[in-house]
């Protein structure tokens, strides 16, 4: 089946650092990539949903400037949370989509656990 | 928001069926119906995705409703490593995940 995967799969480090999360897939063209944010006993959350070469669409309450997300091409997007405080730390989750419409599967990776001290 | 209701958790007996429902009345014509399982500190995992007629596939069947309101993911045998949460999502929502069903499945 498909894969995508997701780096690193785990981060501690202090409050004001930038952490980048890279998301590629593998062995497919993702032309749609969604990040999703999930807290402990929670549901995933959708934080943006990005196509390849255009801005990402970014949901209500995500800030864009926070959350920045490159998809440079057809197999990876980035995921960089700037200047990370302690409310940032969660289950972070990317998920890739190929082919065109809604009608495909995801995709998902194996998620980045972010803890900021 | 999510346009789907599941209940929140169900119990199965180990190799017995398991038929985890899930309620989406606002369905328009060119959704899709996705459902995928997630086990603990992993992402989610693909089952299986219909429009209109059920589908079957190595891990499941997708039993949808003629009027496309509800849908059905039945586990024929349920093992062990079926305990998960199951989330049912339309794709024309933006791929977005309600709260899912918990299923605790039973030695």
């Known amino acids: 089946g498909a894969v995508v995967s997701q780096h690193p799969s785990r981060v501690i480090c202090k409050s004001g650092t930038s952490v980048k999360i890279e998301c590629r897939s593998l062995?497919?063209?993702?032309?749609?990539m969604f990040w999703y944010r999930q807290f402990p006993k929670q549901s995933l959350m959708l934080m943006a949903t990005?196509?390849?070469?255009?801005?990402?669409?970014?949901e209500q309450g995500v800030e864009k400037d926070k959350f920045l997300i490159n998809h440079a091409s057809l197999t990876l997007s980035t995921l960089t949370v700037t200047s990370a405080h302690p409310e940032d730390s969660s289950f972070y989750i990317c998920?890739?989509?190929?082919?065109?419409?809604?009608?495909?599967?995801?995709?998902f990776g194996d998620g980045t656990r972010l803890s900021i001290l | 928001d999510a346009k789907t209701t599941q209940p929140n958790s169900m119990e199965s007996n180990e190799e017995e069926p398991v038929h985890l429902p899930c309620n989406h009345s606002?369905?328009?014509?060119?959704?899709?119906i996705h459902w995928y399982r997630q086990l603990p500190s992993q992402g989610p995992e693909y089952v299986i995705h219909?429009?209109?007629s059920n589908v079957n596939n190595r891990m499941a069947s997708l039993a949808i409703a003629e009027d496309r309101k509800s849908s059905t993911l039945i586990l024929h045998r349920a093992t062990l490593r079926d305990a998960a949460v199951y989330y049912c999502?339309?794709?024309?929502?933006?791929?977005?995940f309600g709260a899912g069903t918990r299923l605790t499945v039973k030695p």
């Open positions: 998920s890739a989509m190929g082919g065109r419409g809604k009608r495909q599967p995801q995709h």
């Open positions: 062995d497919f063209q993702a032309t749609t």
């Open positions: 990005s196509n390849e070469g255009s801005k990402a669409t970014y």
């Open positions: 606002t369905i328009s014509g060119t959704d899709y």
């Open positions: 219909g429009l209109t």
């Open positions: 999502i339309l794709s024309n929502n933006d791929m977005r």
